[in-house]
């Protein structure tokens, strides 16, 4: 089990070095020129302050040089800074972070307990009336997108009946936490529809596969209650993929959502990603990339884990 442990955990790291010099030559080749955005309106390609601006950024070194330069300072905990407005990329993050955690925090758990509990209930009660509203759910929230659906939400939660804010995070007044909840729960349920829509048709089709099996046969034919079967037997079994989908799910609490962050006007991770997409700041763009796909692989390595636990056929010492 620790060798298995180990070596999925190393296996992160070489892969981590190819996604930032796939990401990082990507960006270089773009045909967009971050110091347009710097430079006035009356320089020329060849001005002599323009040129001394793309030297003194290092933006003229080879693409290996740069590379290695922004790699060298990573590894030593430095960012950098974005090539718009100057600010730290690491304080840039560390104050937008706590926002996207709390809308995606909580769409997860929504999701979570929403997309489980309708999932299983569907497969219990198959083809009722139950099965089916859980089925029209699904399709729902799986056809919707996501930003169509926050419009919705402010347009008869906010401005139809004036009970919850448009968007924003923070007003006039605000002096705890729970002063922006309010702020919090449309985004995060515009969040959580589509996640709980995915959760729940995992959660029924896993459910109906296991309760097919033999053992669950067996279970029941001796005298063992209903619920118990569903719960000790059934739901334990069926678990795993679920799990499998949550775990992929943890992505989301590092990149939160673009386009629920731009509608509800969140102060969060994505509007870093807006920002410095529209802007060609490369600085910004490779670190919030390199967190997403951090945030991934460590999903992918929680997901082997899982598997690897609730299958015992998996050896682990190979």
Known sequence: ????????????????????LIV?????????????????????????????LRQLLGLNDPIYIRYIRWLGNVLHG???YSIVDGSSISKLIAMKLPATFEISLAALIISTIFGIGIGILSAIKQNTIIDYLGRIIGVIGISIPQFFFGIILIQFFSIKLGWLPVGGRIELG???????????????????????????RYARNSMLDVMTKDYIKTARSKGIPEWKVYIKH???????????????????????SVMIEAVFSWPGIGAIILQGVSSSDYP?????TMMIATAM???SFLV??????????????R
């Open 24 to 52: 990082f030559v990507a960006i270089q080749f773009s045909p967009i020129d971050p110091i347009n955005y710097l430079a006035s309106p009356d320089m020329t390609a060849n001005s002599p302050n323009l040129q001394a």
């Open 284 to 288: 910004v763009i490779m670190m919030t």
């Open 304 to 317: 082997d884990l899982i598997m690897a636990l609730l299958d015992p056929r998996i050896r682990f010492d």
């Open 174 to 200: 605000y002096r705890t936490w729970w002063d922006h909840v309010p702020n919090m729960i449309l985004p995060s349920l515009a969040l959580g529809v589509s996640m709980t829509a995915a959760l729940l």
């Open 297 to 299: 692989l460590i999903a």
């Open 1 to 20: 089990m620790l060798y298995y442990f180990i070596r999925k955990l190393l296996a992160i790291i070489p892969m981590l070095l190819l996604i930032s």
């Open 234 to 256: 059934a739901f334990r079994n069926a678990l795993g993929p679920t799990l499998v989908i949550l775990a992929f799910r943890l992505p989301i609490l590092i990149g939160g």
């Open 78 to 80: 430095d960012f950098g």
